[in-house]
């Protein structure tokens, strides 16, 4: 039976997507790469200028307001701003954003505003789906957008409108306008952000990348997309990079004989913006190449889309775009972003893109905007981020193995969250029938492992998520989102207990495995999230049998017609009589004991 989904789902995408910074990153293997890129070593771009401590974030500004398809309710969408802190000097050679907290209620003088920077906007993955319609907090999403404002670039990681249905209808083009209304965001708050609006670039993953291709190549406004309302200068994105994307095969609105892509991206040739797709060979979700020995069938109906195909099509219209295959990785895989050679073609990219070379970095006075004039951006976050020096104190207790809970705020109106609360308390009466004293009703929707670096004792956190099980920086993990709540749980049992650093070992080699989205058990090569903890355990100790419970748990599946359709969804029957587990199983068990972080 089947507690799952209701945690991953309403997980906020802060849980939803993998991290980018890994401690294990993949070997990169011997090969002869399709480009060419190269990040010279006078470009300041190409290396940090920043710490991650050092920038300034502003969560949840409003961005802009839409009609959604599937909850059939006008929603608002908000995004999260990443930018370097504010100048001290007034013109340093690689450009200063201001801080979107401490923005200016009138104009400056342009003498004294510093140069223009460059803008990112990062768009998460998630499959469309609704349950990751928060996606900017994704670790995948936040540790793109940290890592660009770390190099100068403001970046904005935004959310959109996620309406794919239970009954498998994707109306996905709404992420590509939702995105396009980002941008024009963006361009109506340079001024305040200090952005230079000519040097825009889109970077998504999965669905995300599949949205940046659509940013790139279809039409504006985007045909039968109920339209953001946002009223700015009409700006386009310079460039786009995809991570496992496509140009995706919708059929649903083409008609009957018509070659998919000529109909949705028409746009593409060769003034369309340059594309870069890394991509894993590997990709169970995005096939690498799974329809290149028949290339002339490119987007016709009922084809899966492939990175080659891709590429292909793209090259037969003239348009400039690029693959880069990272040889053996699966479906995002976001640590290679970090390590060479793809961080050298990523960035070598982006400078060539939008034309950062060493002659154009620091604009000229001339061509810097008086900061000011605009509206002060709003906020809707917790009061205050934690400082790295206050999570680290919050943090000090927790060691390797230790288990980390996740609640997120709950709304029993809404049926995931309602899923999620039935699920979590038929667990808790498992539990008591089953002989474990449970003193709590606590309900939580997720479950990582604890991971401290052997010489620096940073906190790391191993998790499964979707797409994939991945390694997250503890900063990234423990976001200051309101009404989320965080639990530690230390493991009481001594032998369970003194296997905790092999085990979490064990959880961090399955690295890029893909997540299980329809919670099959880890034989399947597949991870959710608690399964990643039991498996990581029971290989430790060598054991074939549950760990943190005494009898076997079936997955349970509260309520029934919720499930249902979630499996349904997928063109899959609900099981039954299948061993599990899941994140309040584990927050319960006889040998784990949690306090609040």
Same mark, same amino acid.
């Given at each position: 039976?089947?507690?799952?989904?209701?945690?991953?789902?309403?997980?906020?995408? $802060?849980?939803?997507?993998?991290?980018?910074?890994?401690?294990?990153?993949?070997?990169?293997?011997?090969?002869?790469?399709?480009?060419?890129?190269?990040?010279?070593?006078?470009?300041?771009?190409?290396?940090?200028?920043?710490?991650?401590?050092?920038?300034?974030?502003?969560?949840?500004?409003?961005?802009?307001?839409?009609?959604?398809?599937?909850?059939?309710?006008?929603?608002?969408?908000?995004?999260?701003?990443?930018?370097?802190?504010?100048?001290?000097?007034?013109?340093?050679?690689?450009?200063?954003?201001?801080?979107?907290?401490?923005?200016?209620?009138?104009?400056?003088?342009?003498?004294?505003?510093?140069?223009?920077?460059?803008?990112?906007?990062?768009?998460?993955?998630?499959?469309?789906?609704?349950?990751?319609?928060?996606?900017?907090?994704?670790?995948?999403?936040?540790?793109?957008?940290?890592?660009?404002?770390?190099?100068?670039?403001?970046?904005?990681?935004?959310?959109?409108?996620?309406?794919?249905?239970?009954?498998?209808?994707?109306?996905?083009?709404?992420?590509?306008?939702?995105?396009?209304?980002?941008?024009?965001?963006?361009?109506?708050?340079?001024?305040?952000?200090?952005?230079?609006?000519?040097?825009?670039?889109?970077?998504?993953?999965?669905?995300?990348?599949?949205?940046?291709?659509?940013?790139?190549?279809?039409?504006?406004?985007?045909?039968?997309?109920?339209?953001?309302?946002?009223?700015?200068?009409?700006?386009?994105?310079?460039?786009?990079?995809?991570?496992?994307?496509?140009?995706?095969?919708?059929?649903?609105?083409?008609?009957?004989?018509?070659?998919?892509?000529?109909?949705?991206?028409?746009?593409?040739?060769?003034?369309?913006?340059?594309?870069?797709? $890394?991509?894993?060979?590997?990709?169970?979700?995005?096939?690498?190449?799974?329809?290149?020995?028949?290339?002339?069938?490119?987007?016709?109906?009922?084809?899966?889309?492939?990175?080659?195909?891709?590429?292909?099509?793209?090259?037969?219209?003239?348009?400039?775009?690029?693959?880069?295959?990272?040889?053996?990785?699966?479906?995002?895989?976001?640590?290679?972003?970090?390590?060479?050679?793809?961080?050298?073609?990523?960035?070598?990219?982006?400078?060539?893109?939008?034309?950062?070379?060493?002659?154009?970095?620091?604009?000229?006075?001339?061509?810097?905007?008086?900061?000011?004039?605009?509206?002060?951006?709003?906020?809707?976050?917790?009061?205050?981020?934690?400082?790295?020096?206050?999570?680290?104190?919050?943090?000090?207790?927790?060691?390797?193995?230790?288990?980390?809970?996740?609640?997120?705020?709950?709304?029993?109106?809404?049926?995931?969250?309602?899923?999620?609360?039935?699920?979590?308390?038929?667990?808790?009466?498992?539990?008591?029938?089953?002989?474990?004293?449970?003193?709590?009703?606590?309900?939580?929707?997720?479950?990582?492992?604890?991971?401290?670096?052997?010489?620096?004792?940073?906190?790391?956190?191993?998790?499964a998520i979707p797409p994939a099980v991945t390694t997250t920086p503890a900063d990234v993990f423990f976001q200051n989102i309101t009404g989320v709540e965080y639990f530690h749980g230390v493991i009481t049992d001594p032998a369970v207990r003194s296997a905790g650093r092999a085990a979490t070992s064990i959880a961090a080699q399955q690295f890029g495995k893909p997540y299980a989205d329809a919670f099959q058990p880890p034989s399947s090569g597949k991870f959710y999230c608690s399964s990643l903890v039991e498996y990581a355990y029971q290989h430790a100790l060598s054991r074939s049998d549950p760990v943190f419970t005494q009898q076997t748990f079936d997955l349970l599946f509260v309520p029934l017609d919720f499930w249902e359709k979630y499996y349904a969804s997928m063109n899959l029957t609900l099981p039954t009589n299948e061993p599990g587990s899941n994140p309040t199983l584990l927050l319960h068990s006889a040998i784990v004991n949690f306090t609040k972080i």
């Amino acid at each position: 039976m089947r507690v799952w989904p209701l945690v991953v789902a309403s997980v906020l995408l $802060m849980w939803c997507a993998p991290a980018v910074i890994c401690t294990i990153p993949r070997a990169p293997t011997t090969t002869t790469t399709t480009n060419t890129f190269t990040c010279p070593s006078t470009t300041p771009w190409c290396t940090d200028t920043y710490t991650t401590a050092a920038l300034n974030v502003t969560y949840d500004v409003e961005f802009g307001r839409a009609y959604d398809q599937l909850s059939r309710k006008n929603v608002t969408l908000r995004l999260d701003v990443y930018a370097p802190p504010p100048s001290t000097g007034g013109g340093e050679s690689t450009g200063t954003a201001p801080s979107t907290s401490t923005l200016p209620s009138s104009p400056q003088s342009p003498r004294s505003a510093p140069p223009l920077r460059p803008a990112v906007v990062v768009i998460h993955g998630g499959g469309w789906h609704p349950a990751t319609f928060t996606g900017k907090s994704s670790s995948v999403s936040v540790g793109i957008a940290q890592a660009f404002a770390r190099r100068g670039f403001v970046a904005l990681s935004i959310e959109y409108r996620c309406d794919r249905g239970f009954g498998g209808s994707t109306l996905w083009t709404d992420a590509v306008s939702d995105s396009r209304a980002a941008v024009q965001w963006l361009a109506a708050h340079a001024d305040e952000l200090g952005v230079d609006t000519t040097r825009i670039l889109a970077m998504g993953s999965s669905a995300g990348a599949i949205t940046v291709a659509g940013l790139c190549y279809m039409p504006d406004p985007v045909p039968s997309t109920p339209q953001p309302s946002v009223q700015s200068p009409s700006v386009g994105i310079r460039a786009g990079v995809s991570v496992s994307g496509c140009l995706f095969n919708d059929t649903t609105s083409v008609p009957s004989g018509q070659h998919v892509w000529n109909h949705l991206y028409a746009a593409v040739g060769p003034d369309s913006p340059p594309y870069l797709d $890394m991509h894993g060979t590997a990709d169970p979700v995005v096939p690498y190449a799974n329809a290149s020995a028949r290339p002339q069938t490119f987007g016709r109906r009922n084809e899966s889309c492939s990175a080659t195909d891709t590429q292909a099509f793209l090259a037969s219209r003239g348009a400039p775009s690029y693959l880069e295959p990272i040889p053996d990785a699966g479906h995002v895989p976001a640590a290679d972003l970090y390590v060479a050679p793809w961080n050298i073609t990523l960035w070598g990219f982006v400078i060539q893109a939008l034309d950062l070379q060493p002659a154009s970095v620091g604009l000229p006075a001339t061509a810097t905007r008086a900061r000011g004039g605009g509206a002060d951006l709003a906020r809707r976050a917790a009061p205050g981020d934690p400082s790295a020096a206050s999570l680290r104190e919050r943090t000090a207790a927790i060691n390797t193995g230790d288990l980390l809970f996740v609640r997120p705020p709950l709304n029993d109106q809404i049926g995931i969250d309602a899923g999620i609360l039935d699920t979590g308390n038929a667990t808790i009466w498992w539990l008591r029938e089953h002989g474990v004293e449970v003193d709590s009703n606590l309900t939580v929707t997720h479950v990582a492992m604890a991971m401290r670096d052997q010489t620096t004792g940073e906190l790391l956190v191993v998790q499964a998520i979707p797409p994939a099980v991945t390694t997250t920086p503890a900063d990234v993990f423990f976001q200051n989102i309101t009404g989320v709540e965080y639990f530690h749980g230390v493991i009481t049992d001594p032998a369970v207990r003194s296997a905790g650093r092999a085990a979490t070992s064990i959880a961090a080699q399955q690295f890029g495995k893909p997540y299980a989205d329809a919670f099959q058990p880890p034989s399947s090569g597949k991870f959710y999230c608690s399964s990643l903890v039991e498996y990581a355990y029971q290989h430790a100790l060598s054991r074939s049998d549950p760990v943190f419970t005494q009898q076997t748990f079936d997955l349970l599946f509260v309520p029934l017609d919720f499930w249902e359709k979630y499996y349904a969804s997928m063109n899959l029957t609900l099981p039954t009589n299948e061993p599990g587990s899941n994140p309040t199983l584990l927050l319960h068990s006889a040998i784990v004991n949690f306090t609040k972080i």
